[in-house]
């Protein structure tokens, strides 16, 4: 549908079907007819892909999506959107759009059923409140996926993409960079979108590793890297033993055998560093 970043166009639609914005959901439609063609591009949309969408919104991404890649499926969570969308996606066959919360599909099954044959990358606009837990489900689950590249704000998107061994990396920042190679394409301005928010927001994509960082346990290595950011003005000695309640003894050993000096903070270790850390101490804690 020709026209849908036109403010009077996606006005008088949203008014046909009454629709109104949710405060709660983090709606905040983009506008700026120049984004999404990027987006598209730089997410790529192109033959012989299938995009899994996330949070379509009324479709300016997707009529981008649709137009230059196999096969579009948008998952779209607030049901009062799906009129809208089939009136604004009416001229393209290879959109499906799913009416449900991403958290609660079966990723692997949909990607599997709708995307035979076709390699997949997902785009998505997403909301600031569940940004860290949807890249995380899609990361965790070790999809069949190439890519992601998704809307973010653009204080989430520096904190995904931080270096890590500096002060802007965190917890999640690690999780992102051991499933993936993470940077930021480009800035979106607050007024791209409708209703305009109150912050700026980026482009950010994740390409997927086709091997992540051995660890002797992944599951600890988490539980460490958590407990490390929990408190990133103490030492990771104290971070460490406070957040996991293993005793300081037990978690110096640890430092000491991975080669680091027992003042080091959290927020100074690259991966590596962390993993041997992590390792030195699953070792100790195993007898």
Request: glycine share 6%; aromatic share 6%; net charge neutral.
């Amino acid at each position: 549908m020709e026209n849908l970043s036109n403010i009077g166009v996606i006005k008088d639609i949203l008014f046909r079907h009454g629709f109104t914005f949710s405060k709660k959901l983090g709606q905040n439609f983009l506008v700026n007819p120049s984004v999404c063609p990027k987006i598209a591009e730089l997410g790529n949309a192109m033959p012989g892909y299938g995009i899994l969408e996330i949070g379509p919104g009324i479709g300016v991404l997707t009529n981008e999506l649709a137009k230059r890649a196999d096969k579009v499926v948008a998952v779209e969570i607030d049901k009062r959107l799906i009129p809208v969308l089939d009136e604004t996606l009416s001229e393209y066959a290879n959109v499906k759009v799913i009416n449900s919360d991403i958290l609660e599909l079966d990723l692997r099954g949909l990607i599997a059923e709708e995307f035979s044959g076709l390699k997949v990358a997902v785009c998505a606009n997403l909301p600031y409140y569940i940004t860290s837990p949807i890249l995380m489900r899609l990361l965790e689950s070790r999809l069949p996926i190439g890519s992601i590249t998704a809307m973010v704000q653009k204080e989430a998107g520096v904190r995904l993409c931080a270096p890590l061994g500096t002060r802007e990396a965190g917890a999640v920042t690690v999780a992102v960079n051991y499933f993936s190679e993470a940077k930021i394409l480009f800035d979106v301005s607050r007024g791209s979108f409708m209703p305009s928010p109150n912050v700026d927001s980026c482009v950010v994509r994740f390409d997927i590793r086709d091997k992540t960082p051995k660890t002797l346990d992944e599951e600890f290595f988490f539980r460490v890297v958590r407990g490390m950011f929990s408190q990133r003005r103490k030492t990771l000695v104290n971070c460490v033993s406070g957040s996991l309640g293993i005793d300081k003894q037990t978690v110096s050993t640890a430092v000491e055998r991975s080669g680091l000096n027992q003042s080091v903070r959290p927020e100074s270790l690259n991966m590596q560093q962390m993993i041997s850390f992590s390792d030195s101490l699953y070792l100790l804690t195993q007898k």
